[in-house]
């Protein structure tokens, strides 16, 4: 007998470390044919080279072991925002949320719940197995009434655990979905159905007409402690019970296909559309990228200084990012934030290696001065004691930016201190016109600070002239 190889499938699993044809899914397990509709469908209806699917935590976290299309990892229970922000940037993209119900229907249920409710392009499926699969066997939101698991060994009562959630027919209450429908993978007669609703799922992504949802009940043989047949058995027994199968909505025929030109903007075009704020990045291969850090306690303008920089790199035209990092607390809990500056698009945001950091205080020099990369700069306020080893090639500049500040009594103005220090410096590759202009704009709202600025820039550069060769 030869092996049909599943459509949208990889011939050979070998992301999985090793040449195999075989899943990490157990005997009995639903998600393997599951797995195969959503392919088979996938590519039946040609939107294979668009598709991309967000496999979070759970059982079929390793997904992309075998789906052959786009496929994106996620936190456990982020699926629909992760699916959110790629349907937003690749309006193209045909995304599938593949969830199991502990990451679905508990950590990720408001995530879930709002993206239904926004009308996300997604095709969601959620794969209901009436338990935490991966962890091995916790009770689940869908765990049946009475249910023995490792968290409700005297079986699901609902007077401390709560029903059965029911979440197509929450969702059902929803304006925006244009499909939800209820299947079973238990036996072939219900493959099929299963089939079906899937196809119509992805349908609905081909055309670009909204949010369907799929759940697809599902045999988990090693949580619940049958054999295959009778976990089968189970879930056409007990859990259709309590989940009957069928399409409880389909708006298919009336749903209007999204206009290419009426979807959502994305976060790129809100600002780009503002020309006299932002006048559009130019492509320029011949300007390295530049990757900045800066670093210190909330509360001692961190974040405004990266913003500064990544303004000034803007209104040159350069591509730019700027990625804050904040603890809770408004004031004194450590802050920093990221900023990229390059001739093309900006891949990631996240700063690694910077090559220039900028530390306000002592917690963040021991953690960022390792990572600076070499040939890399630091700018570090001088109250902080220099006792770590400097990567090999790594300049260390020592700034007096908060007591300088304090002497010429604005205190919060240490960040301007370490924006001239930058200037002077030249470490950021911008014109210093610029950076200055950046850096009062930031005072549109309070016009009198601008000429303090103007003459702390100044003590600043005096000082720089005088105390760093
Ligand atoms: C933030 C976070 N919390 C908890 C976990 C532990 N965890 C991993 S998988 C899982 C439950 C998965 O169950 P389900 O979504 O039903 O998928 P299944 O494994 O049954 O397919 C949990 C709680 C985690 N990895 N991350």
Redesign the pocket.
Known sequence: MTEKKTLGMYDSFIRSGKETRATHYCAGCG?GIIHKLVTEAMVELGIQDRTVIIN??????FGYYYWDCGNVGA???RAAAVATAINRAHKNACVISY??????????FNHTFQAANRGEHIAVIF???A?????GG?M?P?TLEGMKTKTSPFGRDPLTCGYPMHVCEVLNQLKAPVYIARVSVADTKRIMQARQSIRKALEIQRDAKGYAFVEVI?P?PT?LGLDPIKTAQFCIDQMEKEYPVGVIRDLTATAEPRKPDAATPTCREYFENDESQAPAAEVDPSAKELRLKFAGFGGQGILSLGICVAEAARMEKRFTTWYPSYGPEQRGGSASCSVVISGTPVGSPAVDHPDVLVCMNQPSYERFLSEVNPGGTVIVDSTVPLNLPVPDGVKVVQMPAIDLSIKLGVPKAANTMMLAALMKLNVTGLKNENLLNALYASFKKKPALVEKNKELVKEAEQWIEDNLK
Not at 56 to 61: A, D, K, N
Not at 99 to 108: C, F, K, R, S, Y
């Open positions: 998600h979070p935590i759970g059982c079929s976290v936190a456990h229970g969830q199991g119900d502990g990451d679905l229907a508990a950590i990720g794969v209901n197995n338990i935490y699969g991966m962890t916790q689940a869908t599902s988990c949580n």
